[in-house]
């Protein structure tokens, strides 16, 4: 997927109608993430907000030349729903449920009406090894450092790395055909 | 680490998640500015944990969007506002400009009326001053006129001495009963400076002379009319008039009599 520079910086010079084509083009995407962390609807789109407004207010800290657009919206998305879940209303309601992946959502969601085809997906997912599940749980997901992902997985930092590789490569014959 | 190596090394998954090392990253951000086949790995990467993300999110409901968009321009517009020109603060401003003005007008004006009131304050003083001296005058004059009217009072003429001023003269307003006399110098030249003119009442036999006064401005009562006591004298048959150095003298000059004249015994 190419990245939309143009509209990024039109975004940073204050265009809303540029802010709105990047919401529809990433905001299934983020939404995904911060629902995996969050685990909870409600509590999931007050991220979102939130998120959103940051992007809008913090737009000219990120730099086209400089690192992936996606990756640094990710990089808000999970750091917000991580907070989230770190404030005491959010732990007063919630049980445990950080055993939760990316997997059991989608192997539980009942939604079809998405351009994403996730019952399509949810298939193949079941032929990614548990390993990968985790390292890609981890790493896109939970934003987990590689240090750290590898330290919870009990694994040298090399073999996560090339083992995420051959997962990720898995996850792309998976997802996009 | 060429570009097989890299791809291979697991890194270019890693940058896409955000979880290399700042050091890590740069290296992928050299390679791909070079290597177009290093940017189009990193693209379809991500494109692969888009698509994975979307399938994990549940449906979006456009109200987040709505929420989003009035929560910008809220904050944009509040931003907007502030350069904006605030009218209320300018005419405050303005008023409070007017009103110093005024107030300093007004303290200038007040000072210009104060210094035209102590103008016309002095002037009026000066006024009264002449009014009172005016008054005097007049009493002056009307008393001068009582003495000239009255029938206590006899005038004569002293005319001038042939040897000295022969067109000098000088009259005498006499009241033998209260002694006083009034010499009417008009008629003698101006006395020079350090000079005086000084009068002596005269008895005949023998001639004697008694200074009654000089004719200095102690006893001008107006325009060269003198007042002269004459109660020190026992008689008087005549009046004269000498022409002294400034003092008087105790005897007259007679080479300086300037008029002399016989009054009614």
Known sequence: MKQPDELILSMQDGNEKAFSKLYTMYSEALFGIIYSIVLDEAVAEEVMQDVFIKIWDNSKSYNVKKGRFFTWILNIARNT???KTRSKAYKNSKKNLSTTNFVDIIATSDNLNRKTNAIGIKKYL?????ACIKIIDFLIFKGYTQKDAAKEMDIP??????????CM??????VLG | MNVQELIESGNLELYVAGSLSIEESREVEEAIEKHPEIKQQVEMIEAGVITLAEAVSPPLSALIWSQIVDN??????????????????????AAAILA???????LKEKNDLQDRVQYTTTQNT??????????TQLADANEVLDVIRSKEYNSYTLPGNQAVAPQAFAKVYFNKKDKIAYIDAKGLPEAPRGKVYQVWSLTMQPLTPTSVGLLDASRETKDRLFRVDMSQVASTEAFGITLEPEGGSETPTMDQLYTLGQVAP
């Open chain 1, 81 to 83: 729903a991580i907070d």
């Open chain 1, 126 to 130: 079941d032929a990614l090894k548990p």
């Open chain 1, 157 to 166: 930092l090399g073999t996560l790395k090339t083992r995420n590789r051959k």
């Open chain 1, 169 to 174: 490569q898995d996850l792309k014959t998976i």
């Open chain 2, 72 to 93: 910008i321009r809220k904050v944009k517009s509040l931003s907007d506002s502030k350069p904006s020109t605030n009218w209320g603060a300018i005419t405050g401003w």
């Open chain 2, 100 to 106: 110093f003005a005024g107030i300093f007008w007004m």
């Open chain 2, 126 to 135: 000066v006024l009264e001053e002449k009014v009172t001296n005016a008054e």
